[in-house]
């Protein structure tokens, strides 16, 4: 089946700082990746949605000048975190949708803690 | 705007016995419905999903889902219960007119015991 992978699975950043999260397709072209933001026990969040070569749709309530989304290739997304803060800190997951294809494919996920 | 319930928050059930966790949505047309598993510290596995047609569908790790227009309802099933099935488990729907982009539900804790 189709793989997405996320990078890092684990990282923690000072309080300030941003953070890179990419997500990638490995054996098919993404046209289109989801971000979802899961804290703890809760469910996941949808925080936006990525299109190859053009801006991303944010949802409502979730800060574009945050959490800035590129998507410069078919085959990979990321998500920046700028001037993180502890409240940041959540389970950071994407979803990508091939060409043709009615699945979507989860990455494994990337743990932010912001100190 | 669609919406997803999962009323029970934690199920606990013995090895080998069945196990139903429920599901209702909320949308206005034929929605596309969809069940994952996430095991902790990870990322999500699709179980199953319904676009249309048999309103039975089976999965894999041999679960299944009943589609119910009648009572908004697609809730998970599987006949006997293996202790590695102990994880999350969250219901989701297709925002309007796409299978892509999801509304999930607060999801289901299932503890296997042995």
């Known amino acids: 089946g189709a793989v997405v992978s996320q990078h890092p699975s684990w990282v923690i950043c000072k309080s300030g700082t941003s953070v890179k999260i990419e997500c990638r397709s490995l054996d098919f072209q993404a046209t289109t990746m989801f971000w979802y933001r899961q804290f703890p026990k809760q469910s996941l969040m949808l925080m936006a949605t990525?299109?190859?070569?053009?801006?991303?749709?944010?949802e409502q309530g979730v800060e574009k000048d945050k959490f800035l989304i590129n998507h410069a290739s078919l085959t990979l997304s990321t998500l920046t975190v700028t001037s993180a803060h502890p409240e940041d800190s959540s389970f950071y997951i994407c979803s990508a949708k091939g060409q043709g294809r009615d699945t979507i494919y989860f990455g494994e996920g990337s743990w932010l803690t912001v100190v | 705007a669609q919406s997803v319930t999962q009323p029970d928050i934690h199920i606990t059930v013995s090895e080998g016995a069945s196990l139903e966790l429920r599901c209702n949505y909320s949308?206005?047309?034929?929605?596309?419905l969809f069940w994952y598993v996430q095991s902790p510290g990870q990322g999500l596995q699709l179980l199953l999903k319904y676009f249309s047609g048999d309103t039975l569908v089976q999965g894999i790790k041999g679960f299944e889902a009943e589609f119910k227009r009648s009572q908004s309802s697609f809730n998970l099933r599987k006949p006997s219960v293996h202790w590695s099935d102990a994880a999350e488990y969250f219901c989701a729907v297709g925002h309007t007119g796409t299978a892509s982009k999801l509304t999930f539900g607060t999801g289901t804790r299932l503890q296997v015991t042995l």
């Open positions: 990525s299109n190859e070569g053009s801006k991303a749709t944010y």
């Open positions: 949308y206005g047309a034929t929605p596309y």
